[in-house]
């Protein structure tokens, strides 16, 4: 592989990551009242966080 090969592979993660999170984000919520929201955004943060190797 070349070198511009081997820089897009962490960006190529990066993006694979985000979209996973997004679409987390939009299956908890569909079908989420109005008022739970915040409490399921929480949730999912939690989440990616405990994934990624962080804890509060």
């Given at each position: 592989?070349?070198?511009t090969a081997w820089?897009?592979?962490p960006v190529a993660g990066?993006?694979?990551t985000a979209a996973t999170?997004?679409?987390i984000v939009m299956v908890?919520?569909?079908g989420t009242?109005?008022?739970d929201r915040a409490?399921?955004?929480k949730a999912v943060a939690e989440v990616i966080?405990?994934?990624r190797g962080r804890r509060p």
């Open positions: 592989m070349d070198v820089a897009l592979v990066m993006l694979v999170a997004v679409s908890a919520l569909r009242a109005s008022r409490t399921v955004l966080r405990a994934v």
